[in-house]
């Protein structure tokens, strides 16, 4: 019994002591962080106060560095002024001494004082005389003017009087155009008269044929009467019957006043219809050839050229716009129209 309580005395319990050491430790623990924290904070206020202390103290340098320009720009300034009176100052100076020789000199310039009195005396006479010339030159301009102007005048009389005659002019000229339209008017009539008597003379040289018409001022034959279809070759018939109109032309031209200026104008005229194959393109070739041939023809009987011209018109004056043979006939044609030249 003995044995076992030494036994159990010798197994004592350390856990209590354990908990006993822990708990100091980590109450030094949370001492040691609370005494940082603080710490800290009166280090970031410290901190902080100081920030704030420099940023015044560098807003006051800044203010400082202002004033230290303000102050060297005003120093400048006054060093500028100063550099400025002390030149005036030498300038004055200068001056004064200039003043001072002048003075000093004086005296020996009264004489040439003198000297320079007379030149300018004489230079002002040059002036005058000068002047004299020049107004004399002035009043010779004027007289120019004057004589120009009397020039100018003279020559607006003789526009004036060149402008009537204009008008007088222009009034002859309306008279005499009125004139030669009334002369040229009977001229016409007369004209008209001659056309007259040889449309009628034709009439009865030609007799009354089917194929013969007058259609206004103009004499109208049929071209079958002359040519054949699609040739320009005259048929020996119709000579016969252009002997008679030459004749009647011959004797035309004797009865007519020289100063009548007419022609007879022979005209060729086809139908619409083509030409197909022989020496003539187109119908205008037709017109004009027929009508040439008809002109040399009363030439050659003793017409006067002069009074003669020859034209074609092709199928483009027709008298009949139909589409019958007997408008085709119609409008195959020659025609003789007395005009003036």
Request: hydrophobic share 40%.
């Amino acid at each position: 019994m003995p044995l076992a309580r030494r036994r159990g005395e010798s197994g004592m319990n350390y856990w209590p002591g354990f908990v006993d050491a822990l708990s100091t430790l980590i109450l030094g623990i949370i001492f040691l962080l609370t005494v940082f924290v603080v710490v800290q904070f009166y280090l970031q206020q410290e901190v902080a106060g100081k920030d704030t202390a420099l940023t015044k103290l560098n807003a006051q340098i800044a203010e400082l560095t202002s004033l230290l320009s303000l102050e060297k720009a005003g120093k400048s300034d006054i060093e500028n002024q100063l550099a400025a009176l002390r030149a005036t100052l030498s300038a004055t100076q200068s001056e004064r001494d200039k003043l001072k020789a002048a003075a000093d000199a004086s005296g020996a310039n009264a004489a040439s004082a003198q000297g320079q009195v007379t030149q300018l005396s004489t230079a002002l006479e040059g002036e005058k005389k000068i002047s004299a010339g020049a107004l004399a030159q002035v009043e010779a301009l004027n007289q120019q003017i004057s004589a120009l102007r009397r020039q100018l005048a003279a020559i607006e009389q003789a526009l004036d009087a060149s402008e009537q005659k204009n008008k007088e002019s222009q009034g002859r000229i309306t008279d005499l155009g009125q004139r030669l339209n009334l002369a040229l008017a009977q001229k016409v009539q007369e004209l008209t008269k001659y056309r007259s008597d040889f449309f009628g003379k034709l009439r009865e040289i030609l007799g009354n044929r089917p194929d013969v018409r007058i259609v206004g001022d103009r004499f109208v034959l049929q071209s079958e009467l002359f040519f054949d279809s699609s040739k320009a070759d005259l048929k020996p018939a119709a000579t016969a019957e252009l002997d008679k109109m030459a004749t009647a032309l011959i004797g035309l031209e004797q009865q007519i006043p020289k100063d009548i200026p007419w022609v007879l104008r022979v005209d060729g005229h086809t139908d619409v219809r083509p030409i197909t194959g022989g020496p003539f393109k187109s119908n205008w070739d037709l017109s004009v050839a027929r009508a040439v041939a008809v002109v040399k023809y009363l030439i050659a009987k003793g017409v006067n050229p002069q009074r003669l011209v020859a034209a074609g018109f092709g199928e483009f004056q027709p008298i009949d716009t139909g589409t019958t043979d007997e408008a085709y006939r119609k409008n195959r044609r020659i025609e003789f129209k007395l005009t003036e030249r």
